[in-house]
Structures are given as C-alpha cells and as structure tokens.
C-alpha cells in the first residue's frame, strides 16, 4: 500500500532536501544508524552525493505542487532506504547501494534524458477534494510530451490507475462520503531500453476492510510495447522461475499457519494452474536492476489470513534460466 510516511527533518536534511550544498552528510556528526552505515563505505557517501545532485536536478521546471508532492515521495523513498538497516533481508551496505542507485537514475530521468522524455508529475486536483468524506491521493509520474509509442503507452496505463482511483471516490458522478483512494509511483526503473514503474493503490469503499494491490507498468521502450513474460522466461525456464517463486510463497503462507490455503499453493512442490497464471501475468513483476519482486494481491490464491504473498527473484539465480537473448534491464 502506499504509504505516505513523514520521515524526521534530520533525515530529509540529509539528503539536502532544499539544501543547496551537495554534500549530504557531515560524516563527523553521522549519530544514526543509516548516516553511519553510508560514512563507513566510500562508495556510499560518493552515491550519496550523487543521489543529492539528482534531487535538485529533478526539481527543475516543476511547479510548485509537483515539487511538494517530490517531496513527499521523497520522503516516502526515505523509509524504504532505511529500511536496509532497520529490518535487513541482505547486507545493509548493499542494500542502501542498489537503493541509492536505482533512486538516483529515477531522479535524473525526471528532467528527461536522450533515451525518454522530461516526466512530470500527476497529482489530484484541488477540485477533486470537494467530495464530501471521500478522500482521494494521486502521486503518479507521466511523460510530458511523449515522443513515441512506447511512452504514449506509458501515459495512458498511468492514466488508467488515475482514473481507477478517481473511480472508487466517485459512483456515477456522485462523491462516496467515506471512500478513500491512493494510487502512488514507487520508484520506477529506467534505462535506455526498458521501464518498470509499480503503481501502489489502495482503496475503502466502506465496510469492514480495505483493498491494497500494486500494479506494474513494465514498457519494453525498444519493442515499443507492454512487455511480457514470455519476453523472458519460456519452456522449461519459466517453469524453474515459476517453482523458485511457488517454494517463497508456501514458506510464507506456512510462516504464518494460515488456514484457509487454497489449493494452488498448497504443499505439493508443483504449480497449479492458478499459480501458473497468476505468475506469468507481467504486471505483478517489478523489475529493480537486481531482482525481479513478484507480488501478488491478497485475494489472488484465497489466503485472506496471511496478507499478501510474493517473492524475490534474484537476477544471480534466474539468469541462468533466462531465454536465448534477453537481458535483464539494470
């Protein structure tokens, strides 16, 4: 779900958010966890540099909402920087490494590069918070001007998640007193020839819950189309992939005694065909530049106790399965 999380000033000032110096941090007075990890490695306080000059890169020739709303994803980016530190799954040096950079290339894509045009962002319009109760929360990145099919195709899947969260806070036309909406751009990857952008959405339409799912905008800029998965994986690859995926989810769903498996991740060791589709559907995969992050929504295999399940792909172990000819977008 995005998250909308105000980290403390220490930390945004750390980044030299509105700071002119591009020196992030005074190493000397680095006094928490994260700061101290980034001056112990020379690698990461240059990345850390690097990342702020991209920051105030990117602010140029935004207008003053689009920068407030940077300022928050900023922020929200932030958290999940800290998190390699706070909760690590990997070595926290080169967690925050893969992080900063991916970051950092998101950033300096926003003023345009030769490979895709200047991105601006979507917000919601001041008019849009009329609805009496409803709540709506945009933070999406589009191409300003597109030159090519590619990023017109681009542009008009963000514009569906915008007009899907603008839907669940309106019934024809009439506001929804208690409804909510959030549909936020997590940080896309962007290369010369790929782009994948997950999109966070949640939404409460009244009752007892709410929903949350994330989907992936994953543009192959070269072939000028959405890709897919057979793009990358086939035949006896994409079953290997499909397995490695099966083994995370059923540790999770074990993980967390849910009762109500269903039976397409059920302890078999094979795939049903639920699995089968639910994995070989593109927009749940996030390309990183490490890893491929596969998150399916809650209600994709019936296992409403055990949240939603996923898994992480490194690019060290599907490599290998890969098909004849593709690369992996880093």
Wanted: charged share 20%; proline share 5%.
């Amino acid at each position: 779900m995005y998250s909308r999380i105000v980290t403390s000033s220490a930390l945004i000032a750390s980044l030299s958010i509105g700071v002119e110096s591009a020196a992030a941090l005074d190493c000397g007075k680095a006094d928490d966890a994260v700061s101290k990890v980034i001056c112990a490695s020379p690698d990461l306080v240059k990345a850390d540099v690097a990342l702020n000059e991209a920051w105030k890169g990117a602010q140029h020739g935004l207008i003053p909402r689009e920068r407030e709303r940077l300022l928050q994803n900023q922020k929200d980016w932030l958290s999940t920087r800290d998190s390699c530190v706070k909760f690590p799954k990997t070595p926290p040096a080169q967690c925050l490494a893969q992080t900063m950079a991916l970051r950092t290339r998101f950033l300096a894509a926003i003023p345009g590069t030769p490979a895709t045009s200047r991105l601006t962002i979507v917000t919601e319009d001041p008019s849009e918070a009329k609805n009496p109760g409803g709540s709506l929360y945009l933070m999406l990145f589009r191409f300003a001007e597109p030159r090519n099919e590619a990023e017109r195709l681009f542009n008009a899947q963000v514009d569906a998640s915008a007009s899907s969260a603008r839907g669940e806070v309106t019934s024809s036309g009439e506001a929804c007193g208690s409804c909510e909406a959030n549909a936020g751009m997590a940080t896309p990857l962007i290369t010369s020839d790929f782009i994948s952008a997950p999109v966070e959405q949640s939404s409460y339409t009244g009752g007892a819950h709410g929903g949350g799912w994330t989907d992936v905008i994953n543009i192959d800029l070269k072939k000028q189309r959405l890709s897919q998965a057979g793009d990358w994986f086939e035949g006896a690859g994409l079953k290997d992939v499909m397995r490695m995926c099966l083994k995370e989810v059923q540790a999770q769903v074990k993980e967390s005694k849910a009762e109500d498996m269903d039976r397409s991740i059920d302890g078999s060791g094979q795939p049903s065909d639920t699995f089968k589709k639910a994995f070989s559907d593109i927009s749940f995969w996030t390309f990183t530049g490490t890893s491929i992050d596969v998150n399916f929504p809650t209600e994709t295999f019936n296992v409403y106790s055990a949240g939603s399940q996923g898994c992480k792909l490194s690019y060290e172990n599907v490599t290998p399965k890969l098909k004849a000819g593709a690369v992996l977008p880093r």
